[in-house]
DNA sequence: CTGAAAGCGCTTACAG
DNA sequence: CTGAAAGCGCTTACAG
């Protein structure tokens, strides 16, 4: 058995007996070949005792693609808020790919990084496709991606673009978390958005925010509305200006996790009682929820299945097979900091 | 100008009206190739218009190295706290390949997955070398890819393997912790551990505990000692434990902030001012960390820098370099829960 | 049912 | 200083 160097399909072929073509037909499932089971049984049994693995480089090169799928991850204002959920986009997207035998490279854009390096990743055979975490709408590359006719996928939303995606219905998952808290009886509702109005997201959450409250008759004031910014210090600096507004709202939404964290703090600060002073609904569901003081009630972000459904959407792309966006459905995870569930995680 | 096909060296031999050689040799820069400046102007010119991007696996097959390294992520018991991680040791990681031209692929491993996926990264030509985080000790994986010379270099230690490994010095960190908590007056100090004993971070890091403790002349109490399992429920309920022990412990190091925030909740539920009636110290320093109610002091366990050193690590050890095993120092970050720090995240 | 041969797109000695 | 040619390890028509 060889020690160092790894066995080629002439190894194979030369230990079962056969030409190397039969081996790759065979090891391929070549659906057109017509070959006895007795070779078939050799082939297998001289590959698994080479541990003979085809050349990922040589059948690359022949085939003309690579089987391997890019999550193009960019740096930007934002990334730390997203990097929560990148581990479970990553194995999400990666469960889907290895499914089919593609492999995963991920590869994070510094912003002062050139373009070309997400173009080359495409045309210089690095990956079949491309999926696209936080894109700007702005973005020249995307445009460029788009002319080259390169597979893209894109994880959240751009307006006037026509390219697949996949996200969380931001809109039905705002409007469930309001709408739970109009049923617990409030009428002074603020929200605290997850990040600046550029954000489509944050735009989204505001929307469902309204329609809730719309439905339920109720007007909001304009200094219920208040902006976060990813991070938990924006959510305190947002709950501080809130606590300053009379007469005081009763609850409020805040759209982010992270941001939450930093609002339930400034509560705390002031000596602000939750849910019983204040009642707080936060958005992604992050493990932490669980754990805060009280437990945070928030809107569950499926991170897994967001990558996993990236996935599946490049592989149809891949395969010629429609791609069409998913906009996947929400789910509220009722805990303590609403008032109307139990204070154990 | 072409759309959809991607150019070759050809074309760009042709655009420039020399030889694919000589596109080879000037975009490689080639060392011994004496070549016009003149020429080279024409083909960096030539290439530039085509964007023409050298094709990796037709690269890859000719040089016999992939220039990839692959991320293995074993899911097991303790993924959800390596996760945490995950964002930053990837992008610390794929930071210090680029750098050098090198790609990251990402693969993560199920439980049930056949130890053939982890060698064929190696022998299919997937990846020159892999980065095993979460290895097990008894692995036969691991001892197979010794004896075929595949270069890997491990994300945390195992006893006993003589592979270059990356990790942060989790001894010298619990020590740095329980030391602040003695120097701010405490003598009876427990310790919550971040997992099971058959997990070598926490032998390490109960060392640690053990050692700043006998420096200061104090025995711990058996009951002292409580072992937490990666989350935040496990330690609820060690704190629930602590609680019991007569005479109370007056500060408790928890070697986990995952864990930590379950000690914290629990002390919260029992109505146990921290850090008043019971100081507490964190392990890792979660974002988090800074928005615990109170903020949490905890040791900085810098991901970023983790993945970066098992980068350069990989590439000394594929430039045929020594590669020398890194111990990453530690930093305790100070804040309210030990008493001693501000309450200002 | 199986084999000999071409070719994928590069890099690199080797000639000139 | 530059070009013609071999070869990396596969897959796939094409013969037989």
Redesign the interface.
């Known amino acids: 058995m060889p020690?160092?160097r790894?066995?080629s399909s002439f190894d194979v072929a030369r230990l079962a007996g056969v030409s190397r073509t039969t081996v790759s037909l065979v090891l391929n499932n070549a659906p057109h070949a017509h070959i006895s089971e007795e070779t078939r049984r050799r082939v297998w049994e001289a590959a698994r005792k080479l541990?003979?693995?085809?050349?990922?480089?040589?059948r690359?090169?022949v085939e003309g693609r690579?089987r391997?799928v890019a999550?193009v991850?960019h740096?930007g204002p934002d990334v730390?808020y997203r990097?929560?959920f990148?581990?479970?986009l990553?194995?999400g997207l990666?469960?889907a790919l290895h499914a089919q035998g593609y492999?995963?490279?991920?590869?994070?854009i510094e912003p002062q990084e050139p373009d070309d390096v997400v173009?080359?990743l495409a045309?210089?055979?690095?990956a079949d496709g491309l999926i696209i975490s936080g894109p700007k709408a702005e973005d020249p590359v995307l445009a460029e991606l788009v002319?080259?006719?390169v597979p893209v996928v894109l994880h959240g939303q751009v307006p006037g673009l026509a390219l697949p995606y996949v996200d969380v219905d931001n809109v039905a998952g705002a409007k469930r978390a309001v709408s739970h808290l109009l049923r617990l009886g409030h009428r002074r509702i603020a929200i605290i958005t997850n990040a600046r109005p550029e954000y489509v997201s944050a735009r989204q959450r505001l929307e469902g925010y309204r329609l809730a409250l719309r439905e339920a008759g109720i007007t909001p004031l304009p200094q219920w509305i208040q902006y976060g910014d990813f991070d938990?210090?924006s959510g305190?600096k947002a709950m501080q200006a809130l606590l300053e507004v009379q007469p005081r709202p009763t609850a409020v939404f805040v759209a982010s996790d992270?941001v939450a964290?930093?609002a339930?703090?400034a509560l705390?600060?002031a000596g602000v009682r939750v849910p019983q002073d204040m009642a707080v609904v936060g958005f992604d569901d992050l493990?932490?929820a669980?754990?805060t003081?009280p437990p945070l009630t928030t809107v569950r972000v499926p991170a897994w299945d967001l990558g996993f459904a990236a996935g599946q959407l490049m592989l149809h792309r891949l395969q010629g097979r429609p791609a069409v966006s998913q906009r996947l459905p929400i789910e509220l995870v009722v805990r303590a900091s609403c008032g109307s569930g139990s204070?154990t995680?």
């Not at 541990?51 to 040589?58: K, S």
């Not at 492999?103 to 994070?108: A, G, H, I, N, T």
Request: charged content about 20%; hydrophobic content about 40%.
């Open positions: 020690r160092k790894r066995a541990q003979y693995f085809p050349h990922a480089a040589a690359s090169l690579t391997t999550l991850w740096r730390n990097d929560v990148l581990p479970g990553l194995q990666a469960s492999s995963l490279l991920f590869r994070p173009l080359e045309l210089g055979g690095y002319r080259r006719e938990e210090a305190r992270l964290l930093g339930l703090y705390w600060e493990p932490l669980a754990y003081i204070n995680p």
